[in-house]
């Protein structure tokens, strides 16, 4: 084969890999008040992949969502969502769940009106209520599970509930990709599990893209295709068996650290964390 | 039917006036009031209604009417909040240490110059506590497109408003403005204080602001609910309120009648206790299998 001839294929692989990709994130750096938060991140997401982005407090999680919606410039590198630069696409394509969102029990909102503003709660003038409308809210309900609380205040709700329900408000616009920012953080064991099995389905049954912030994965081991472990400022991603070894999180971390495998249940000890 | 309320209540030309600009004054600040309240903005609101005093005052020196110094005055106050940042915390501590306290020594001068001058105390009664019996009837078409004014914006803004109200973070990821529309809501905020300064006075305005979206928030769970009962119970105390003090002229000292300000406020505060007295505070039983409380509900 000719020099050519390599270099063609390899064009060809390079554009086929960002075509089938529905996130790519290509060296990503972030510095937010004179510190360098995030080095060179380089990772892809394919439709209907659930994937996990673990790290301890502070390791940038958050940082990286918030660059991958547009919310945050990057110091460098580019976020392409179906091969085409993040601020060029629709908002629309992106579902997103943010990080500790506390509803106040006097919101005049029910669940069904937190839905329907996932709809079209960005747009100016009112919004008609119809049967079509009005069906499309019962059946993202549904997809997640909170079609029992449907006219109860939101802030009434329970961590979990709430969690269902901001799930639905993410998920009516039909994105691709789904964002959700530490959503199992404070909540009891039941409700972490329920939360991941919904996620799960969805990324499965309606093959979205979802990327998940959390800094402990073992709630996620049973659905997660693959996962994003960032310390130090810099990330490692691929299956979790290769990414979270004492080698692997070593180098990632600077230091030591030990990966002990007990009852299906993984716990990274690191000098200063412990996930 | 005069057992209700004296005769020549309805006969009497200032009194149709007051509870037409009453009924203004309550639909626009029940549903601006709304979003007050569930944007956390109530402090926002009473420092509208602290600076719209200087502009009030400022205005009586000058002889102008007093409305366009309430507006002209919070308007600036609302662009002064939106630059310092209402959102934050010590931004808000800024304002109110620095700006609001020498826009209040502003007023207290305009007041002392302007009762030199016109030998009169009635005009700071009048700023700081309403004039609703006495507004000049060429001011009512001013009011009311005021008040309609400040309706369309935030009937224009309540869905982008309930969604930053939910989540600031949800907004901006769906490529709302966020500080712009603040800045507008704070516009129609500036608008309905002002109405209310005409109505009950600058220093009261944030009661009819404040009082009957609390009260409605407690007990609806719609936001189109909440702003319809909040604009019912705003109109309830001030019509109310205009009642009682006109009935007021017979009461104790005879012949002077009780401030129309005192009345709606005092009015106000009941509806808003009475809504502890009974309030399920969960509309929906929770599932079996929940667990500990995580979010605060």
């Known amino acids: 084969m000719t020099n050519e001839a390599a270099q063609e294929l390899a064009a060809s692989a390079a554009s086929a890999r960002t ?27 394919r439709k209907g992949e659930f994937t996990g982005i673990i790290g301890p407090n502070g390791a940038g999680k958050t940082t990286l969502l918030r660059v991958i919606l547009g919310l945050l410039e990057p110091s460098g590198g580019r976020v392409l969502i179906d091969g085409e630069p993040v601020h060029n696409k629709s908002k629309a394509s992106i579902g997103y769940v943010p990080q500790k969102l506390v509803i106040d029990p006097d919101m005049p909102l029910r669940a069904r009106d937190v839905v329907s503003l996932g709809l079209d709660g960005h747009k100016l003038g009112f919004g008609f209520p119809s049967r079509q409308r009005r069906e499309l809210i019962e059946a993202t309900l549904a997809d997640v599970g909170a079609d029992g609380y449907a006219d109860a205040r939101v802030g009434e709700l329970s961590g979990g509930e709430q969690q269902r329900v901001l799930i639905a408000h993410a998920l009516i616009s039909r994105p691709k990709l789904l964002l959700l920012d530490e959503p199992l ?84 000890v690191a000098a200063e964390d412990v996930g | 039917m005069h057992y209700l309320f004296e005769p020549g209540l309805l006969g009497s030309g200032p009194v149709r006036t007051a509870l037409l600009v009453g009924a203004i004054v309550a639909i626009t600040s029940g549903v601006i009031g709304v979003f007050t309240v569930i944007r956390g903005q109530s402090f926002a609101g009473h420092s509208l209604a602290d600076v719209a005093t200087t502009g ?75 004039s609703i019996f006495v507004i000049a009837s060429d001011t009512v078409p001013i009011l009311i497109a005021s008040g309609v004014v400040a309706l369309i914006l935030v009937a224009i803004l309540a869905r982008v408003l309930l969604l930053t109200s939910l989540s600031p973070d949800l907004a901006s990821a769906r490529g709302v403005n966020v500080r712009l529309i603040g800045a507008v809501y704070l516009i129609a905020l500036a608008i309905s204080v002002s109405l209310s300064a005409v109505a009950i006075g600058a220093i009261l305005s944030t009661a009819l602001l404040i009082g009957p979206a609390a009260t409605a928030l407690r ?34 000292p005879a012949g002077r009648g009780w401030p129309v300000s005192f009345f709606v406020v005092t009015l106000v505060l009941v509806g808003y206790l009475l809504t502890y007295v009974r309030r399920p505070r969960r509309l929906v039983p929770r599932s079996p299998h929940e667990g500990a409380e995580c979010f605060p509900a």
């Open chain 2, 56 to 130: 009030g005052s400022g205005a009586f020196l000058i002889g102008l009417n007093q409305f366009w110094g309430f507006l002209a005055a919070g308007a600036a106050a609302a662009a002064a909040m939106e630059a310092i940042g209402v959102q934050r915390r010590r931004g808000r501590d800024v304002a109110t240490g620095v700006v609001l306290a020498a826009a209040l020594g502003a007023a207290a001068l305009f007041l002392y110059l302007g009762t030199q001058q016109t030998s009169t105390t009635g005009a700071s009664f009048t700023i700081l506590f309403g």
């Open chain 2, 219 to 252: 007990l609806t769970k719609s936001p189109v609910r909440a702003m319809a009962a909040a604009a019912a119970a705003g109109m309830a105390a001030t019509w109310l309120g205009i009642v009682l003090a006109y009935d007021s002229y017979y009461w104790p």
């Open chain 1, 19 to 45: 075509r089938s990709a529905l996130l790519e994130l290509d060296k990503i750096g972030v510095r937010l008040g004179g510190r360098q938060v995030l080095s060179d991140v380089t990772f892809s997401l």
């Open chain 1, 185 to 268: 953080a404070n909540l009891d064991l039941r409700s972490e599990q329920e939360i991941v099995a919904v996620l799960g389905k969805l990324a499965r049954e309606h093959e979205i893209a979802v990327l998940l912030s959390a800094h402990d994965m073992n709630p996620l081991l049973s659905v997660m295709d693959r996962i994003v472990y960032v310390a130090n400022g810099h990330a490692a991603t691929g299956a979790t068996d290769d990414v979270v070894t004492s080698e692997g999180l070593t180098r990632l971390y600077g230091h030591h650290v030990d990966v002990v495998r007990v009852h299906n249940r993984i716990i990274v």
